[in-house]
């Protein structure tokens, strides 16, 4: 038994083929869009109250290190804004053109969102050294005040995302902004500390690489993960080759052609097939066997699987629950 990949065009179809069947029952295991919108407006309204205020007090107390935390907090903003527009972008139903609805809008979103990261990472880098070479005078009283309570409004903001559905990359990418941001008030508090208690005014940029090396590690990992899914790579953990040999090793299966195994969405696999079946073999059984086999064993729901009768015989598939079919698989 042999396992291709690949996708081949053919002029005509094999004369036993079985009808197809899509495994997909249309249930969307993405975002929830209803209660993932309220928990994310809820951290939307917290991120951008406090926000407005970090302005007004790093203004006054001099301190660009509460500036940078309100930038951050800026993308936090945009970042939970994307989310909300793909949200309600990917709950539209597939209609014209987009077969599968616009579901990988929270993906073109989740990427936005890890780049976003580095960018600002790469902005606070500079800033941090900056600030290494010439610390500026800053009124740490004040400063430490405020990062303690933006400590608790990210505690708070970051507690409704994780609410919310972050098996969907859209989420996840907003939940990663709202923890660096945390993890840079904690650095701007601990800073703040050493300077109110020490003098020493470097204490901040310090803090700042320590915050921009969270940021970098995951803006990788979100640009990585959105880029697998954009490029239509198999789901991580799944092994396209060794999935096909477990299809193909199933009874009274020959040989699987033109496997494609890829992710529509976030948490949402799909997979195709042709799949060569024994001249005497119930091809619609073997359909079930593998589609089974796909669902519980790899929580592949979505599947289109072609069946057809290897060429050893002029196979007709009988149904023993309906009359000899001849069609070839259905598109989805």
Known sequence: MTTHHGHDHKQG??????????????????VTAGT??????????????????????????????????????????????LALIAMRLAARPARGHFTFGLKRAEILSAQ????TLLLLG?????????????????????????ALIGIVVNVVAGWCISKANRTSLNVEGAYQHIRNDLFAFIGTAVAALVIVTTGFARADGVATLVVVALMVKAGLGLVRDSGRILLEAAPA?????????????RPHVVEIHDLHVWTITSDQPALSAHVM?????????????????????????????????????????RDPHGPVHRETAHAN
């Open 13 to 30: 179809r094999a004369s036993g083929a079985c009808k197809g069947h899509d495994g997909h029952e249309g249930r969307s295991r993405g």
């Open 36 to 81: 993932d919108q309220r928990w994310l407006t809820a951290a939307l309204v917290l991120i951008t109250g406090f926000m407005a205020v970090e302005v007004v007090v790093g203004v006054i107390a001099n301190s660009t290190a509460l500036m940078a935390d309100a930038a951050h907090m800026l993308t936090d903003s945009a970042s939970i804004v």
């Open 112 to 115: 936005a969102n890890g780049l």
């Open 122 to 146: 790469a902005w606070l880098t500079y800033e941090a050294i900056g600030k290494l070479i010439a610390p500026p005078e800053v009124d740490g009283g004040l400063m430490l005040a405020t």
């Open 237 to 249: 953990g799944t092994d396209p080759d060794a999935l096909g040999d477990l299809m193909a090793a």
């Open 277 to 317: 079946v024994e001249p005497d073999g119930d091809c619609h059984a073997v359909r079930r066997d593998l589609e089974h086999l796909l669902a519980e064993g790899h929580g592949i729901d979505h599947a289109t699987i072609q069946v057809d009768h290897a060429p050893a015989a002029e196979g007709h598939c």
